[in-house]
């Protein structure tokens, strides 16, 4: 591989608080494959959610001055969250498309953004900039025999027509990444389905159902791990099973995409804070040299 | 759901009120699955938040939080709040 390759990095609230996981495997990672993220300046909330409302442009604001303040240091913005990617790469369009709602916006940010920064995720820079063939030659540990179910929800995928990442109906980004690790990817039906996203904050009741209908789908078709890129589809998957009486072995654990690229190119499971649940099912399953790296 | 989201738009096609008494609007999650699914084009996650919001505009809304739980990621947080709630 070449020199050091660098791209400007989002890295949102939830990967400085629950999500740390996800932030410190993915720099991890990435540096394995000579990549650096590295962490935008004055970044702050981005919303969580993108608007439908078209006339309530309060809740641009922080969008428009995130993407305002990475356009001061590159034109290329990579994030990991997929509300964070939803939002950004949607906000980073919409200044660019509607000239006057973004006057008014520029106009109480005291700041000048109309668009130019590209949003990508970093499935993207995988996919695209590396490349999932030289990530397979980079594996140093495959995670042979490791069943894992991909799981995209809602906001890496839709609404396509902005996000434009993979098929809505039928992607395979993560199942291919997955492939180039070594593990074998579980298609199963309800992997584009909703995981009920806010709606479990407020009552499980409610969540419920919805992820724990996701969780029987991706276990009845063999995953013994799930794969995720959100932090908010990995809490309501994970709190489903807790709630759920059913015996501890049927427990599906979740973990991000990056902890198992990680694994595969050798770091240890320090480095990507896998938790004992989690490196338990991939022990269990993984039959190669991945004993052997985890000790 | 009370309403299907075909009938929460034949509901407004039709112009009647009792559409505001479906829960349908506050179940909507917003994740597009709709949108993508209509073979007319109709993005139903923004019919349900124009609905909700008439409504948060009406009467200020408060969300209840069953079990505080310090694992709730704050993107889920953040979205439940402004998405539920007049602000």
């Keep these: 591989m070449e020199e050091m390759r660098s791209y400007l990095y989002f890295p949102g609230c939830s990967l400085r608080t629950v999500a740390k996981d996800f932030d410190t495997s993915a720099k991890a990672s990435a540096r394995a494959l000579d990549l650096e993220l590295r962490e935008m300046q004055g970044w702050l909330c981005c919303g969580a959610v993108f608007t439908n409302l078209t006339e309530n442009l309060i809740t641009q604001a922080g969008p428009s001055r995130i993407l ?25 369009q919409r200044a660019e498309l509607n000239r006057i709602n973004q006057d008014q916006i520029n106009a109480f940010n005291e700041e000048r953004y109309y668009g130019g920064v590209t949003v990508l995720h970093l499935l993207e820079i995988l996919r695209d900039k590396i490349g999932f063939e030289e ?48 593990a074998t990817a579980i ?5 584009t389905e909703c995981c009920g996203s806010y709606l479990g904050v407020g009552s499980s009741e ?55 690229l990680g694994l595969a190119l050798g770091l240890q499971p320090e480095q990507l804070e896998l938790n004992s649940q989690q490196l338990h099912a991939i022990r269990s399953c993984a039959r190669t040299a991945l004993g052997k790296v985890s000790q | ?48 938040e124009a609905l909700r919001n008439i409504e948060l505009r009406k009467d200020s809304r408060e969300l209840k939080i069953d079990e505080f739980s310090p694992q709730i990621p704050q993107q889920g947080l953040v979205s439940a709040f402004r998405k539920l709630t007049s602000y």
């Excluded at chain 1, 042979?144 to 098929?167: I, N, S």
């Excluded at chain 1, 298609?187 to 992997?191: A, N, T």
């Design chain 1, 68 to 92: 305002g303040r990475a356009q001061a240091e590159g034109n290329t913005l990579v994030t990991l969250c997929a509300g964070c990617y939803n939002v950004l790469r949607r906000s980073s």
């Design chain 1, 135 to 182: 990530i397979a030659k980079a594996v140093k540990a495959p995670l042979q025999g490791l069943p894992v179910g991909a799981y995209y929800g809602c906001l890496l995928l839709r609404p396509f027509r902005e996000m434009r990442l993979d098929d809505p109906h039928r992607p395979s980004i993560i199942e291919k990444l997955l492939m180039s690790l070594g």
């Design chain 1, 187 to 191: 298609d199963y039906p309800s992997r």
């Design chain 1, 206 to 260: 409610i969540a419920k159902p919805l992820s724990s209908g996701i969780v029987q789908s991706a276990r009845s078709c063999g995953a013994k791990l799930l794969a995720v890129s959100c932090p908010l589809c990995k809490y309501n998957l994970e709190v489903c099973q807790n709630l759920s009486t059913s015996a501890d072995t049927d427990f599906v654990p979740v973990v991000y995409f990056t902890q198992l």
């Design chain 2, 1 to 48: 759901m009370d309403l299907l989201p075909h009938q929460v738009l034949r509901y407004l096609q039709l112009g009647l009120e009792e559409v505001f008494d479906s829960k349908s609007p506050w179940l909507c999650a917003t994740c597009f699955s709709c949108e993508t699914e209509c073979p007319r084009g109709i993005d139903v996650s923004k019919v349900c």
